[in-house]
């Protein structure tokens, strides 16, 4: 009764705390050291949470998929992305996305200058950020998920620095790569943090496709993050088994209960959370024919295929996730915003030009879709941005989103002056949750 009593909502704060949630297939090439990472992450103002997945960190040859996980790129990645947020951001302007992306729609190719609005971010010879080895030993525990042990790695790395974001959790499974950073000063209210893996590629259970899933606690609000690859593949019927994919991965995806610890209130699948965003590649494929497609990608015609795609009828959906989205087949009650950026898969190496232009005869028909995508269910989270990247790094342009999260927290100073006036000696510190 007593800790009912101090839980209710008269001892509670509300605070809103900024996620940035990013996707992106890198297509199997590990970052060189000239990535810049910078107009990406850099956010204004930063986030308090980054959240960032990514598939195909390796090649998904046999061997990686049947044999030894290679850790490499995922310790490379971890190194850019550490320096990055722990490195000054840029005086470089940032522009209003979609007020940029107006202009794109309306025919304007003009190039930008940031990533942050869409521009592209090459390798530059001269760019500060590296893969030192040192830098590859600093991550080594890509498949940690103790948080414990990250920020004692955390505490190694920061003692002659400044650091502000610090390594929360880590996951490989083979080609699917999710990892969670957090503000240093933030990082003794996360807490219960957990993993989560679901095979669905070869045989129905290996790990070339799939997802994982970290679950945390910050404060008293519950968070899961689900970084999936979903099957490939734009013949009629493959939706179905992306479909199935999700519905496999909400069924098996468990954060089991540590047997002997009170956590009876810790949330034992992905929609016992709180808060739900789900990000990755999904595969979902536009429903055109591939020469009504490959006009209007030659015609530029983002905007009418954006009406089409956002249209309530049937008919005129051709974004077959929302198709299946809306005929209640995957994704019930989750929420997507509104696509303001053209199709980011697939281009041709290093180039503006989607591949269905450059095709030779004897290549597979690619027709562009917007593969990479975020979601979100429940209530608590508020879309601030929903944008696309420009980088030619890969055959995927990267996706991400800023959210604002709505998280609760006991105020402990409350309770404290509530108890001193009614006089009880109750230790406070039982009442409070751990």
């Known amino acids: 009764k007593l800790n009912k009593k101090y839980s209710d909502s008269q001892f509670k704060d509300i605070h809103d705390y900024r996620v940035f949630v990013a996707t992106w297939n890198v297509a199997g090439k590990s970052p060189p050291s000239c990535l810049d990472l910078e107009d990406w992450l850099h956010t204004s103002p930063p986030a308090d949470i980054y ?16 044999g030894t996980e290679d850790n490499g790129p995922a310790r ?4 850019l992305i550490r320096k990055t947020l722990n490195s000054n951001p840029g005086t470089r302007p940032v522009t209003d996305p979609l007020m940029e992306l107006d202009a794109d729609f309306d025919g304007s190719m003009r190039r930008k200058t940031s990533f942050q609005s869409m521009s592209p971010s090459d390798c530059d010879t001269n760019s500060r950020w590296g893969s030192s080895e040192s830098d590859d030993e600093t991550d080594s525990p890509v498949n940690m998920l103790s948080f ?11 003692q002659n620095g400044h650091s502000r974001y610090c390594l929360a959790a880590s996951k490989q499974m083979v080609g699917i790569f999710l990892t969670v950073w957090v503000k240093n000063d933030l990082r003794d209210n996360v807490r219960e943090m957990k993993v989560s893996c679901v095979g669905r590629g070869l045989m129905g259970y290996l790990g070339n496709k799939g997802s994982i899933s970290i679950s945390m606690s910050l404060h008293q609000t519950s968070f ?3 970084c999936s690859h979903l099957t490939s593949g734009q013949k009629d019927g493959d939706e179905l088994r992306r479909n199935s994919d999700v519905m496999e991965i909400l069924k098996k995806t468990r954060f089991p209960r540590v047997h002997g610890v009170k956590d009876e209130k810790s949330p034992l699948t992905i929609l016992d959370h709180d808060r739900i965003i789900w990000l990755g590649d999904l595969n979902y494929r536009i429903a055109l024919s591939y020469g009504y497609a490959k006009a209007l990608v030659e015609m530029r015609d983002w905007k009418a295929l954006l009406e089409n795609d956002q249209a309530c009828s049937y008919p005129f959906l051709i974004d077959s996730l929302r198709i299946e989205q809306r ?8 929420s997507e915003g509104k696509i303001y950026f ?10 503006d030009r989607y591949a269905v232009e450059d095709r030779h005869p004897k290549e597979k028909r690619r027709t562009p879709a917007w593969c990479d995508r975020i979601l979100w269910y429940g209530t ?34 409350r309770i404290r002056k509530s108890m001193s006036c009614s006089g009880t000696r109750i230790e406070v510190e039982e009442l409070l949750p751990h």
């Open 380 to 413: 608590g989270l508020y879309q601030l941005s929903y944008v696309r990247g420009e980088s030619k790094f890969s055959d995927h342009r990267p996706v991400y989103s800023v959210f604002s999260a709505k998280v609760e927290s006991i105020n402990r100073s």
């Open 51 to 66: 959240v960032l997945g990514f598939q195909e960190i390796v090649p998904l040859n046999a061997g990686n998929v049947l």
């Open 76 to 79: 490379k990645w971890l190194a």
């Open 224 to 226: 899961c993050f689900v």
């Open 342 to 351: 053209p199709p980011t898969y697939k281009y041709s190496y290093n180039s």
């Open 327 to 334: 005929q209640g087949r995957v994704f019930e009650g989750w």
């Open 148 to 158: 414990g042990e990250s920020f004692a790695m955390e505490e190694t790395n920061n």
